[in-house]
């Protein structure tokens, strides 16, 4: 398979691997932004960067896939650009900044008939499969709540995160996707209501802390946090069951607690991996899940359709929140 990547940033690069892990072929990137050295760097390597999708399928015409990984307000117009090539679509989270525009994208590939997923990849990663093994395997009961906390720090993050018309908003948007999409495949249900929302924004308006409560379609409560900090970092879901519980650290561990008293700790990773190759863990499983899809379905909470639920608790929170200061 012949695979594009739109945007050649972090993450963009990671897809380039991650495609050619599942054995395609990555021989154009599109970013008109990208320095000229990198752009020789990568030419070293057998990969052109052009500045937009006409120029790739010039250079490569029989070009299949195509994965967008742009900031979520270059997002529609990438879209369109690939669907009028026909090409199937990995479309980076957050879709979209704004629910018109993440409704205009659903319209647009609804009426071309085509093939799109979102990339989550927090539910690609070994810990997190294995937590809902567990939790399927009726390990823990039936699960009663779940805590997520995702404390990360900041500093680094792009320069278009600061344009609120680039990333739609900060931490919620940004993480809240993930840990929405995650408890959902966890559990194997649907979200619920929003009884609680509490964000919190700096002065360019980007949001830094989340704390967000709710239930799933069985009314199981959940309550998440997230937040922008330099001085912490922590990452814990707790899963919490009438018989146990278990403990998830992203991009370390699984810990299952049973009614026996018995503790079964799981490490998929090795301790020198770096962060790239702990992301490349579920990245890889993401696309080939992605290309199995082509000759199916993609998994019902990864189409457009299936994720607009996910997006719509992301635009509730915020209006809850900006009500509450009302």
């Known amino acids: 398979m012949l695979v594009a990547v739109i945007g050649a940033g972090f993450i963009g690069m990671l897809h380039r691997k991650a495609w050619e892990a599942n054995g395609a072929s990555v021989k154009v990137m599109v970013d008109p932004f990208l320095p000229e050295?990198?752009?020789?760097?990568?030419?070293?390597?057998?990969?052109?960067?052009?500045?937009?999708?006409?120029?790739a399928y010039a250079l490569c015409p029989d070009i299949e896939a195509v994965s967008i990984c742009t900031p979520p307000g270059d997002h529609p117009a990438d879209l369109t650009a690939a669907l009028r090539r026909g090409a199937a679509v990995l479309l980076e989270k957050p879709v979209a900044v704004n629910k018109r525009a993440y409704?205009?994208?659903?319209?647009?590939?609804e009426e071309r008939g085509a093939k799109v997923m979102i990339g989550l990849t927090q539910r690609f990663y070994p810990e997190v499969r294995q937590a809902a093994a567990w939790i399927r395997e009726g390990k823990i009961g039936r699960p009663v709540s779940l805590h997520d906390a995702m404390i990360l720090n900041g500093d680094g993050l792009p320069r278009w995160y600061e344009d609120l018309d680039m990333s739609g908003g900060g931490v919620w948007?940004?993480?809240?996707?993930?840990?929405?999409d995650r408890l959902q495949f966890l559990l194997d249900r649907s979200l619920g209501t929003l009884y609680h929302a509490d964000i919190?924004?700096?002065?360019?308006?980007?949001d830094r802390m989340a704390d967000v409560s709710g239930t799933l379609s069985d009314g199981m409560p959940f309550h998440l946090h997230l937040k922008w900090s330099r001085?912490?970092?922590f990452q814990r879901t707790i899963i919490y069951g009438t018989e146990g519980s278990?403990?998830?650290?992203?991009?370390?561990q699984a810990v299952l607690y049973d009614a026996s008293g018995?503790?079964?700790q799981v490490t998929p990773y090795r301790q020198e991996e770096s962060f790239e190759q702990r992301t490349l863990r579920g990245l890889i499983p993401e696309i080939r899940t992605f290309v199995e899809g082509l000759q199916g379905e993609f998994p019902a909470g990864l189409t457009l359709d299936g994720h607009l639920p996910t997006m719509e608790a992301i635009w509730q929170a915020y209006d809850m929140a900006q009500r509450s200061r009302l």
């Open 103 to 109: 409704l205009s994208m659903l319209r647009e590939a």
């Open 37 to 55: 050295d990198k752009k020789r760097s990568l030419r070293a390597e057998g990969v052109e960067v052009m500045d937009d999708l006409d120029a």
């Open 200 to 206: 919190s924004k700096d002065e360019r308006g980007l």
């Open 173 to 180: 948007i940004t993480n809240g996707v993930h840990l929405l």
């Open 246 to 252: 278990i403990e998830l650290e992203t991009w370390r």
């Open 231 to 233: 001085v912490q970092a």
């Open 262 to 264: 018995e503790v079964v």
